[in-house]
């Protein structure tokens, strides 16, 4: 008789596997799965390539399941309300249309909607970096053009977006001032401009924290979503910068003069019921039930008619698209001249030497 092989989920000690059966969840084994299906299924495949499980703010935590470390594996996700991601783990996720890799964000298919989640391994505190801001915009261009009704966006770990990443900053315009200038400037003017001319809703999850360039953004999105958790700041002048992210046009039209020119020149950080009550954020929601309030409110939304949608939004902001446009345009103009300059780089140099563990 042949003899039977053991059901434990792994065949430990066979050299002739080519492959590891893993997936999320409870551990229970699924006879005769094939990862090679589960790439084809709703959500796509997971690469992980180390071992080092967080939690999530819009989510709970994931369950290791006698990880191998030694060779990367495959994991289904599961299309359940929770959604986890590992910040230090690498996601290749696979969409219907097309395959899509990414290093520093996570992008889901859900039914009705696209989710991206902020998840960088190569910065702090999901700092932008230009390699970031470019991933980002390949999602939001395969997300427009997707059969998605909206997008939600959300981050992995405690803080939504620091910002900047400084250290990056340092480094590259040490290296050579104009030519980096010229880059980082024209990453940001591109990366604003992705979300200025997205067709679709945004609806954005603010799990923590939300800095600069992180929180210069959510006016250019259509719905801000916050946990009791988040704050928000724009230290642009204390970090010896402009402000970017049309945040020199849309903060005073949304906050009024005076606090906006407080948050752009002094750094005043706003609680997430004070941006709630100056119309920042749409509505703030209890941390532990932050994932399900979102959650339940995105699928509500993704169940109307995407033409309807759509076309709400086009009313809305089209008259709005060639102003932030051109703001955007003259920010990014403004910091490639101050990083261009010997003045405006050694001052930001000077403070951010000091400052940068900090930050």
Known sequence: MPLKKPQNGMENGDTGSEKDERQFGNGSHQPGLDLNDVGEQDLGECEVSHAALAENGLGSALTNGGLNTHSPVKRKLETEKDYVFDK??????????????????????EEGFTHILLSSQTSDNNALTPEIMKEVRRALCNAATDDSKLLLLSAVGSVFCSGLDY??????????????????????????????????????AINGPALGLGASILPLCDIVWASEKAWFQTPYATIRLTPAGCSS?????????????????????LTAQEACSRGLVSQVFWPTTFSQEVMLRVKEMASCSALVLEESKCLVRSFLKSVLEDVNEKECVMLKQLWSSSKGLDSLFSYLQDKIYEV
């Open 249 to 269: 046009y849309t903060f005073p039209q949304i906050l009024g003069v005076a606090l906006a020119n407080e948050m752009l020149f002094c750094g005043r950080k």
């Open 88 to 109: 230090r783990l690498r996601y290749s996720v696979r969409q219907n249309e097309s395959n899509c890799r990414f290093r520093d964000i996570v992008v889901r298919k």
């Open 167 to 204: 250290s990056y900053l340092i480094g590259r315009l040490s290296s050579d001032r104009r030519k980096e200038s010229t880059r980082i400037a024209e990453s940001i003017r591109d990366f604003v401009k992705a979300f200025i001319q997205f067709k679709k809703p945004i609806v954005v």
